[in-house]
């Protein structure tokens, strides 16, 4: 493990060094001459982006780099993913390994200002829940005292956990585990009395378990996880161009817009609806972009909704109901600003 | 070769300027290639407004650490939670070492025995825990403990107010001050005592000739000073009774399945390649000192103990250290099942400040140094037991 985390810094040292463009602006520019996007997603995470049994990436996340590929090159296939533990994902990133990086990354200020980062719109309304055996009989986060706490390093996780507890005077053990399996290990065969992680996360955690009915997550939400896609600070041509492909799919939801219909849509009376889609006006143009760049990540990859039913959505194993992550004009948080 | 010549041309030939050049060339190429990728790092760092520095570790951590040996809460700085992690690298260490150099002890020894079940089991031993990657012992290890101790809400009592299950072993405890920390300083101070009195002693026996005990004399030394600390500072005899609480059990003191499983991984792997070595080093020992100790009629275990084994030490020494420093850098493994050692609080704080070259820097640094200081004192104790050779 040391020698292995220590190989990666090295690395991710010299590629700082030889391997970074020579100009922060010219990332489309290199994406074109490669003919392919590089994409940092997370290594095997269920509904984000795990590699199914032809080898091929599924999942939410792994969706957003198609998209982005869509946009830029008419295609979404014109992604390289890459696999990023949570250790190394921001050295990836920073050090031209990667253009994007889109596997569940919370946005949160010291990352957005200290680290040479920009984020992309939130595409993921997420936060860390608790979950327990339904044998404990516990109702609320409240009655968590002395227990022992099962979670993994390296997020915000742990300073959540801190965060929500101390101000309650709750003490509590916190066994900290490098490897997911052996930290759902460690929760199942009662190591620990609870486990803790995101919610979508402890979802596809209760998934797995032999009987997922007798788990059950406690009500509290500790914490807020905004899950955005991270592209490299001082390039906002590039960043406009990932944020206004997560803009393209959400206001082709909004607007009815979907992989079925979108070539009636051309013919939509819908001002917006025709920038969206090319008919009208040189939106493609301003961002270096063919005309047709958000026409093609919709066409080719479903608008926001077709991507989230199809990866976390309700009839996934995940099960995940929309939440937040509805459309604002249907109670949610999810909302693009106007393409005009 | 003709050194006396002064042309600086003749002077390249000479092997030892050459030697000495080659070494100054190799040590300027070193340092110029580090300064040059230092210089291109901070450069290419501060372009991308990547914070650089070691200012973070200033700034409070935020995080608990389960297990600690010094006072440590979540709003200390990232400095000592990196401390909190390295003494619990350290702590578990010593541990394994000194179980590895036990049981290594036994079944180098039982790997020679003339009882082949003995020596069959021995070779057993040896030859399963060196093939399977420690990594795997780890894993088995630790998924054992989880898996036959029950949940700590049906903790078994093995012993009145001790308490066993897959939460850990957990044991009544003094309630911890000043002057218990007084008392066991003393008594440390008490057992060097006892050493530097007893050698002096010694001394002085071998040089007049006459045989005084000297034992008196040790045990003022070695019992003095503790109980002088014990009158004067009057510690208190509290005790932490251990209970049983809705999900843990509390107070007391804990040993957690994870430091167990760490040191069981780590010191039984290191005994296989320790009894290797002690093995090695008691075939070295040419077989007329067997003989010639049974001549002047001691029996086996006084052969071993007083002739063989401290000749054995000279080859035993410097592959144990080397052993030893392997136990030191596998103990990073721990990140794996769940002890905080000093790479889990070094990863913790890397992701939360973003900071890694310098974390990893750091963790390079403290590992090359404690490396470095347990080659030292092994070398220091080869140097002492080489002597002996005549």
Redesign the interface.
């Known amino acids: 493990m040391f020698c292995k985390l220590a190989a990666l810094g090295l690395a991710a040292a010299a590629f700082s060094v030889f391997a970074a463009p020579a100009s922060a602006q010219a990332t489309l520019d290199a994406v074109k001459k490669r003919g392919k996007v590089l994409c940092g997603v997370s290594p095997t995470s269920a509904g984000f982006s795990y590699a199914d049994d032809k080898g091929v990436r599924q999942g939410f996340d792994s969706d957003v780099c198609r998209a982005v590929s869509s946009a830029v090159f008419g295609a979404p296939d014109k992604v390289e993913f890459v696999p990023l533990n949570t250790n190394i994902r921001f050295q990836g990133l920073q050090s031209g390994e990667v253009d994007l990086l889109s596997r569940q990354t919370t946005m949160t200020f010291s990352r957005d200002t200290s680290l040479g980062l920009d984020f992309a719109p939130i595409v993921f309304y997420d936060g860390q829940g608790l979950m327990v055996s339904t044998k404990l009989g516990v109702k609320s986060a409240g009655e968590l005292s002395q227990a022992a706490i099962c979670l993994l390093p390296g997020t915000t996780t742990l300073q959540n956990l801190e965060d929500y507890f101390k101000p309650r005077n709750i003490k509590y053990e916190a066994v900290v585990f490098e490897d997911n399996n052996e930290w759902r290990n460690a929760f199942f065969s009662g190591r620990c009395d609870v486990i803790t992680s995101d919610r979508s996360d402890l979802a596809s955690v209760r998934a797995v378990a032999n009987d997922p009915k007798q788990f059950v997550i406690l009500p509290e939400t500790i914490s807020k996880e905004p899950l955005a896609p991270v592209v490299r600070q001082n390039d906002s041509n590039w960043r406009d161009i990932v944020s206004w492909t997560v803009n393209a799919l959400i206001a082709a939801e909004e607007y009815g817009v979907n992989k079925g219909n979108i070539d009636e849509q051309l013919k939509s009376k819908d001002p917006e609806v025709q920038r969206l889609l090319g008919v009208t006006g040189d939106l493609g143009k301003m961002l270096n972009l063919d005309v047709k760049w958000a026409y093609n990540a919709i066409k080719q990859n479903g608008n926001y909704g077709e991507i989230f039913e199809r990866s976390l959505g309700e009839k996934t194993a995940l099960g995940l109901s929309r939440g937040p992550n509805q459309l604002w004009n249907k109670g949610g948080l999810i909302y693009s600003p106007p393409f005009r | 070769m003709a050194s006396s010549t002064s042309s600086p041309v003749r002077l390249l030939y000479d092997v030892r300027v050459r030697a000495i050049l080659y070494q100054v060339v190799a040590v300027a190429l070193v340092v110029g290639v580090g300064f040059y990728?230092f210089g291109?790092?901070s450069r290419?760092?501060a372009?991308?407004?990547?914070?650089t520095g070691f200012d973070y570790l200033s700034r409070p951590a935020?995080?608990?650490?389960?297990q600690s040996f010094i006072r440590y809460e979540?709003s200390d700085t990232y400095a000592r939670a990196l401390l909190v992690g390295l003494l619990n690298t350290v702590w578990v260490s010593i541990f394994a070492v000194m179980l590895s150099s036990v049981l290594g002890l036994i079944v180098g020894i039982a790997r020679l025995s003339r009882n082949p079940l003995l020596s069959f089991l021995a070779l057993i031993y040896v030859e399963a825990l060196r093939n399977v990657p420690l990594l795997l012992y780890l894993?088995l290890w630790?998924?054992l403990i989880?898996?036959v101790f029950?949940?700590?809400r049906e903790a078994w009592q093995i012993l009145p107010d001790v308490f066993l299950s897959?939460?850990g072993l957990i044991v009544p405890s003094l309630q911890w001050s000043s002057a218990h920390s007084g008392v066991l300083a003393s008594a440390v101070l008490g057992i060097v005592l006892a050493f530097v009195v007893a050698s002096a002693l010694r001394r002085r026996r071998v040089a007049s000739g006459q045989a005084r005990p000297a034992w008196p004399f040790v045990m003022l030394a070695l019992l003095g000073p503790p109980l002088l600390a014990i009158l004067l500072l009057q510690p208190d005899l509290v005790v932490n009774w251990p209970e049983r609480?809705?999900?843990?059990i509390?107070g007391g003191v804990q040993v957690?399945?994870?430091f167990t499983a760490l040191l069981v991984g780590l010191g039984l792997s290191a005994s296989a390649g320790v009894a290797e070595i002690v093995r090695a080093g008691i075939l070295s020992v040419g077989r007329g000192q067997w003989e010639a100790a049974r001549a002047v009629g001691l029996h086996d275990r006084q052969t071993m103990r007083l002739v063989v084994l401290p000749q054995a030490l000279r080859v035993i020494v410097p592959p144990l250290t080397s052993s030893y420093l392997s136990t030191f850098?596998n103990s990073?493994?721990a990140?794996?099942?769940?002890y905080?050692d000093l790479?889990?609080v070094s990863?913790?704080t890397?992701?939360?400040?973003?900071q890694?070259?310098e974390?990893?820097a750091i963790?390079?640094l403290v590992?090359l140094g404690m490396s470095i200081t347990i080659s030292l004192f092994m070398n220091w104790y080869n140097a002492r037991v080489a002597l002996v050779e005549r």
């Open positions: 990728l291109t790092v290419k760092l372009d991308q407004n990547i914070a935020g995080f608990v650490i389960s979540s894993f630790y998924a989880v898996a029950p949940p700590v897959n939460g609480g809705r999900f843990r509390t957690t399945p994870e850098k990073s493994l990140i794996a099942i769940g905080p790479v889990m990863n913790t890397m992701n939360q400040t973003g890694a070259i974390g990893i963790f390079m590992y």
